[in-house]
Structures are given as structure tokens and as C-alpha cells.
């Protein structure tokens, strides 16, 4: 079975500064996907980033970026411009390729991004 | 984003009681899954659908049934709750047709706390 591990329960960064979120990943599977999912006090699961295994590049969509070492076993999201808006639970996730939609996601145990005015 | 909507958003029940939570999604999906949330524990499947009548167990199903009768419902009971199932639930879908981005969509969540 597949292992999501999150190594920061808690981190806080100062508003307009950078911050990175580690995640790292257990698997014998070469195709997956691999994401970030950001969880504000509203409780809404809102999809930050996304990236395939099979791509060597790493997947950015605004702010936001991911390092994605697939040796290493290693999907980091990095913010830059942290906004009050960024502050939230954050959850990586990881889906297999080869099991159509069975399984769904698994998690993370999230890191608490706290952001600093 | 899928329309999903769950219900009831939160419900607040004894020890002992059934509890069904409903999710109601407009978008098609074929798979449908059950989640729970729980600090220090992240997102737990609980059971997923594949389809009309198809329906497997996740990683934390013991004392949880599901039925899905229909595309657009999939019901989670608690034949007995217990405070142990004191919990935010998740209902997500997924559909592997569109372009296959293979994300999840999930709906706003149901808070239950049992007495």
C-alpha cells in the first residue's frame, strides 16, 4: 500500500515571504499522480497543484510550484508571496495510474500553514 | 467544479442511533468515495463506488455501510454510532473520462459528532 508522509505538522511564514511544504512518498508503481489540496477554515478541499509521474517537469501554477524528485521519492510545494489568503491545512495526496479510479486519493496528515501579517 | 452537495452539513446525534449522510452529485462521475477527516490522521477512505450497485471497502470501513442505488447518490450509514465515528466526512468523485486530470472533487464536508 501506498504511504503519504508529511513531516510538518505546523509551519508559519511572514506575509510576502516564501515557503516550502514537504511531502514525501511510499510506492513500487512508476505511473501516478500527485497532488496538493489546500483546506482554508471554510473545510472546502480546493486542488492546488497537480503533477504526473511519467513528466519530469516540474508542474507551477502561479505562486505556487512543486519540486518533484521521483527517485527521491519527494513532491515539495513551494509558495512564494505567501498571502494571508494561503493560510490553511495542506494535504498531499497520491493516486495510481494503473487502478482506473479504485483506491481514490491517499493523504497526507496535512501541514498547518500559518501565514504572519 | 462537480456539484456536489452533501447532507446533512451537521448533525449532531447519540451513541447507539443510525446515521445516513447523503451526497448528491449533478456532474455524472462514476466513482464516488467516503472520506473521513480526523486531527493528526488526514484523509481516510472509508468505502468508494464504481458504479450503480458497485461498492468497495477503504482503509477504515469497519462500522460504516454505503448503498448507491443511483449515478448522482451515494449514502454512507452508521447502523450503530459510537463517539469513535465522531468525525468530518467527505464525500468526493471522480470521473477518468475528462482528459484524465485525475483529481478528486469533493464536496463541503458534513461535521458529525456523536454523544
Known amino acids: 500500500a501506498q504511504t503519504v508522509t508529511q513531516s510538518q505538522p505546523e509551519m508559519s511564514v511572514q506575509e510576502a515571504e516564501t515557503v516550502t511544504l514537504s511531502c514525501t512518498y511510499d510506492t513500487s508503481e512508476s505511473d501516478y499522480y500527485l497532488f496538493w489540496y489546500k483546506q482554508p477554515p471554510s473545510r472546502q478541499m480546493i486542488l492546488v497543484i497537480r503533477q504526473e509521474a511519467y513528466k519530469q517537469q516540474n508542474a507551477t501554477e502561479n505562486r505556487f510550484s512543486v519540486n518533484f524528485q521521483k527517485a527521491a521519492k519527494s513532491f515539495s510545494l513551494k509558495i512564494s508571496d505567501s498571502q494571508l489568503g494561503d493560510a490553511a491545512m495542506y494535504f498531499c495526496?497520491?493516486?495510481?495510474?494503473?487502478?482506473?479510479?479504485?483506491?481514490?486519493?491517499?493523504f497526507g496528515k496535512g501541514t498547518h500553514l500559518i501565514i504572519q501579517p | 467544479d462537480a456539484g456536489i452537495t452533501q447532507s446533512p452539513r451537521h448533525k449532531v446525534t447519540e451513541t447507539g442511533t443510525p446515521v445516513t449522510l447523503r451526497c448528491h452529485q449533478t456532474e455524472n462521475h462514476r466513482y464516488m468515495y467516503w472520506y473521513r477527516q480526523d486531527p493528526g490522521h488526514g484523509l481516510r477512505l472509508i468505502h468508494y463506488s464504481y458504479g450503480v450497485k458497485d461498492t468497495d471497502k477503504g482503509e477504515v470501513s469497519d462500522g460504516y455501510s454505503v448503498s448507491r442505488s443511483k449515478t448522482e447518490d451515494f449514502l454512507l450509514t452508521l447502523e450503530s454510532a459510537t463517539s469513535s465515528q465522531t468525525s468530518v466526512y467527505f464525500c468526493a468523485t471522480f470521473e477518468m473520462d475528462r482528459g484524465y486530470t485525475g483529481e478528486l472533487f469533493f464536496g463541503e464536508g458534513s461535521r458529525l459528532t456523536v454523544l
Open positions: 495526496a497520491y493516486r495510481s495510474a494503473n487502478r482506473g479510479g479504485a483506491d481514490g486519493l491517499t
